[in-house]
């Protein structure tokens, strides 16, 4: 089955820096699009930023512009999430998803549209 593993997540202090990583063993990134979501305690899952197969990035948040970035590598079949300036407000677990419809060159800021997902990873931010 294929599976998304996210890591990078940690406990880190307002205004600190967390790159996240999203990797692939089964199956290779580069034909996909792919999304990061995040979820606060007690509040839906939101889309945060995406990538297409072509690099086209889309933001879902007005919180995270200009402190957030997506990137991918597919060299090393990974997807980043760069977080500068991090706030308590973006405590969550932080979750990729791979959109296997329109070839990898569309994104979509709704979980539907994500055939498959990480387990997640734990992001704090906190003094």
């Known amino acids: 089955q294929f599976q998304l593993v996210e890591s990078g997540g940690g406990l880190v202090q307002p205004g600190g820096f967390l790159r996240l990583s999203c990797a692939a063993s089964?199956?290779?990134?580069?034909?996909?699009?792919i999304g990061w979501f995040r979820q606060a305690p007690g509040k839906e899952r939101e889309g945060v930023l995406c990538?297409?197969?072509?690099?086209?990035?889309?933001k879902y948040t007005d919180s995270v512009k200009g402190r957030f970035t997506i990137s991918r590598d597919n060299a090393k079949n990974t997807v980043y999430l760069e977080m500068n300036s991090l706030k308590p407000e973006d405590t969550g677990i932080y979750y990729c998803g791979a959109i296997i419809s329109d070839s990898g060159y569309r994104c979509y800021g709704g979980t539907t549209n994500y055939a498959y997902w990480g387990q997640g990873t734990q992001v704090t931010v906190s003094s």
């Open positions: 990538i297409t197969r072509s690099s086209t990035i889309t």
């Open positions: 089964e199956f290779t990134l580069d034909r996909y699009a």
